[in-house]
C-alpha cells in the first residue's frame, strides 16, 4: 500500500450532483489535510484535521464538506460545485502538528472536473 | 500576503547543467521546505530548512536559507532528464498548521 491513497483519481461531476472524494493514509500519521490546485495559482489549504478535530478551516465555501471519521481516513463532501471549483484536491499527512513535525505526505490527488 | 514568490516560473536547461530556483516569502517562518510534483501528480517532499539553518544538502540538492532576506535557493546539480518536474517551496509559520506554498519552477531538462 502506498503511504497516502486517494480516490477516485479523475471525477466528472454536473453542478447538481453530489459526490465524495475519499483519502486513506497507511503511515500511521495524526494529521491530515485538502489542498486545492488550480492551474497557475498557489495550492491553497482547505482544511486541517488533527486526530480527527478540525484544526483550520480556511475559509472554504460550506459546498466544501470534510469528515475525518478516524485519524486514518478523509473525506471531502462536494455538492452543488461550481465550474470554477474544478481543480486537482490533494489530500496530505504528517505525523503531529506541522509547525512541529514539517513534513507532508501526499496522496496523487483527485482531479475534478464540474461541468 | 503571506504567499511568496518563486523565480524563475519556468527553467529550461540541458542534462548535466545546474538549476537554481529561488524562493522568496514575507512573513517569519518555523521552516521552509521544497517539494517536487511531475505533471498531474500529488508532490513529493524533498527537503526541510529550519530557521535557524543556513545550509543543507541532500544527495544531488542543495538549500540554502537567508532569514535577513527572506529568501531561500533549491540548487539540483548535474541535472537529468528525470529531473523535470515543478518545483515548489512552501513555508510554515510559527505555531501553525498552515504550510503556504508558492506557485512554483516548471523546470524542464533536456536530454
Known amino acids: 500500500e502506498t503511504g497516502v491513497t486517494q480516490t477516485p483519481r479523475h471525477l466528472v461531476m454536473g453542478m447538481t450532483n453530489k459526490k465524495s472524494l475519499k483519502c486513506e493514509q497507511h503511515l500511521g500519521h495524526n494529521a491530515m489535510y485538502w489542498y486545492k490546485q488550480s492551474a497557475k495559482k498557489p495550492l491553497e489549504l482547505m482544511f486541517v484535521y488533527s486526530l480527527e478535530e478540525r484544526v483550520e478551516n480556511n475559509s472554504v465555501p460550506s459546498r466544501f464538506s470534510p469528515e475525518c471519521p478516524n485519524s486514518s481516513h478523509l473525506f471531502l463532501h462536494l455538492h452543488t460545485l461550481q465550474p470554477e471549483d474544478s481543480a486537482l484536491y490533494l489530500c496530505?499527512?504528517?505525523?503531529?502538528?506541522?509547525?512541529?513535525?514539517?513534513?507532508?505526505?501526499f496522496g496523487e490527488g483527485s482531479r475534478l472536473t464540474v461541468l | 500576503s503571506q504567499q511568496g514568490e518563486e523565480d524563475p516560473q519556468a527553467l529550461s536547461i540541458q542534462e548535466g547543467e545546474n538549476a537554481t530556483m529561488n524562493c522568496s516569502y514575507k512573513t517569519s517562518i518555523n521552516n521552509l521546505q521544497w517539494y517536487r510534483q511531475n505533471s498531474g501528480r500529488g508532490l513529493v517532499h524533498l527537503i526541510l530548512i529550519r530557521s535557524n539553518e543556513r545550509e543543507k544538502h541532500s544527495g544531488r540538492l542543495r538549500v540554502t536559507l537567508d532569514t535577513s532576506k527572506k529568501s531561500s535557493s533549491l540548487l539540483i546539480t548535474a541535472s537529468r532528464a528525470a529531473d523535470t518536474a515543478s518545483y515548489f517551496c512552501a513555508r510554515s509559520l510559527n505555531n501553525t498548521d498552515k504550510l503556504i506554498f508558492g506557485t512554483g519552477t516548471r523546470l524542464q531538462v533536456f536530454p
Open positions: 496530505a499527512s504528517s505525523q503531529g502538528r506541522l509547525w512541529y513535525t514539517g513534513e507532508l505526505f
